[in-house]
């Protein structure tokens, strides 16, 4: 086992293959090898070292692949999953072909779940855009079973006690409704699995609809119809990068002109704080 080097696990997510965590199970069940032997948790390879996986050598991502990022208006029924046992269709399916590599999603959105899903080629990009540590927050807009009192908001966004931890909005303002259905718009800074929901339920507020409209600094535009996606422009992409601090690798010199189509695509990016400068969420006693 080489003592140099990156891990294993970082070095196929970086190369798009899937997330840190998924590359360990694939290192736990056997499907990696380096330089011909079974891979290990922990192993570190050193850019010589020749990976399989499923017994096809991986191709060492190269500069000249560009930072790809996609942005997707996901549909209720979808999973995020790449297959699934029911045979529900999934995020993945009708992507963009990719040259190497393959597409990672940046966190998940449960099956009932629609709006903002972000895929990108660079695992490392995807890996700091869902890491906690970036201060990356989430919006959504939520339907709820009716209005919420000013008590009922201040809770939710002091913090709710579930399976003993701390959940909270970091904002919740009433956008619209009447009668039994009213709109919110909720943000979350992790957005654990069935947060939303779960701090709702704490209320006895049943949720209807759950729609992601905002990651960070992307937002979902308007012109994206539920089910499909639109690539990122280059000049984003390259600004979401510096945002969270990741290496950006630039389309080819002969393909730059093209990155961005022959007309120059609207930003999907809002005006964002520089991480570090956001205000910290309050310690509880």
Known sequence: MSEGGEKLHKVLADHGLGSRREMERWITAGRVKVDGEPAQIGQRVSPEALIEVDGKAVRRRQQAEMTRVLVMNKAVGRICSRRDPEGRPTVFDDLPRLHSGRWVAVGRLDVQTSGLLLLTNDGRLANKLMHPSTGLDREYAVRVDGQLSEEDIDALKAGVLIDDVLCRFSDLQHYDGRGRNHWYHAVLLEGRNHEVRNL???????????????????????????????????????????LVDVPYAAPPKQNRKAADGPKKRASMLLPYPKLGQRAAPEKTQ
Do not use: I, N
Not at 209 to 226: D, I, M, N, Q, T
């Open 200 to 242: 709702f339920a704490a209320l006895d507020r049943a949720v209807s609809r759950l729609k992601r409209v905002r990651y960070g600094p992307v937002a979902l535009p308007s012109h994206v119809r539920e089910g499909r996606t639109a690539e990122m422009s280059a000049e984003d992409v390259k600004a979401l990068c510096a």
